[in-house]
């Protein structure tokens, strides 16, 4: 594990794209994996402040992951717990009008399976977002109909909606995500823990 983590870290396939993005930036992998780890997240690709942080998650949208897992900080942090697989280990950064960037396709060709491989622990993969349900389910289906159909999921597998607080209007119209899926996540989350 701890050479591929460091070829992911060394990793500059994408330096040409990120040069040529609005935010003109270089790239740096967050890399967070332990073959211990018992809990695979799997999102979209680090944003601006996991970037700079070298720390998946550790912004708002984080916050509010903690709070649907009922984990916490330290508990999130733990590599012998949890290991963070986006669809592109970098940020992709921002178009010209400030928006994300999508992750480059290349990265989960090039790094996913090898990652997968070497995490023989796992016992729960929390897919947030389209990117990640399209990796790990196969699917195409927009995200709302994905976690809608949540206890059709492959077992151990959990699919999410991004928790960004861009989201915040889709939870407001979708209710039975927080009274119907955050408990049995949260179930799920402590259970794979032990």
């Known amino acids: 594990m701890t050479q591929l983590a460091d070829d992911i870290r060394a990793c500059r396939l994408c330096a040409d794209r990120f040069a040529a993005t609005q935010t003109r930036h270089r790239p740096a992998p967050v890399v967070w994996l332990?073959?211990?780890?018992r809990i695979l997240i799997a999102g979209q690709a680090p944003g601006r402040q996991a970037h700079e942080k070298q720390r998946p998650f550790?912004?708002?949208s984080g916050d509010r992951l903690r709070d649907w897992m009922g984990v916490t900080r330290d508990e999130f942090y733990d590599v012998t717990r949890m290991a963070?697989?986006?669809s592109a280990f970098c940020f992709p950064g921002y178009d010209a009008?400030?928006?994300d960037l999508p992750p480059p396709p290349i990265c989960a060709q090039t790094w996913a399976p090898a990652v997968l491989s070497s995490l023989?622990?796992?016992r729960l993969h929390?897919?947030?977002g389209g990117?990640?349900?399209k990796i790990h389910l196969g699917t195409r289906a927009p995200v709302t109909q994905t976690v809608a159909a949540w206890r059709e999921a492959p077992a151990?597998?959990?699919p999410l909606p991004h928790p960004s607080w861009r989201n915040t209007a889709w939870l407001r119209r979708n209710p039975w995500f927080e009274t119907e899926l955050i408990p049995v996540l949260r179930a799920e989350v402590r259970k794979a823990m032990e």
């Not at 332990?34 to 780890?37: E, F, I, S, V």
């Open 34 to 37: 332990n073959p211990a780890a």
């Open 58 to 60: 550790d912004d708002r």
């Open 84 to 86: 963070f697989l986006s």
């Open 97 to 99: 009008k400030g928006s």
């Open 120 to 122: 023989p622990n796992l």
């Open 126 to 128: 929390l897919l947030i």
């Open 131 to 133: 990117y990640a349900q």
């Open 156 to 158: 151990g597998r959990i």
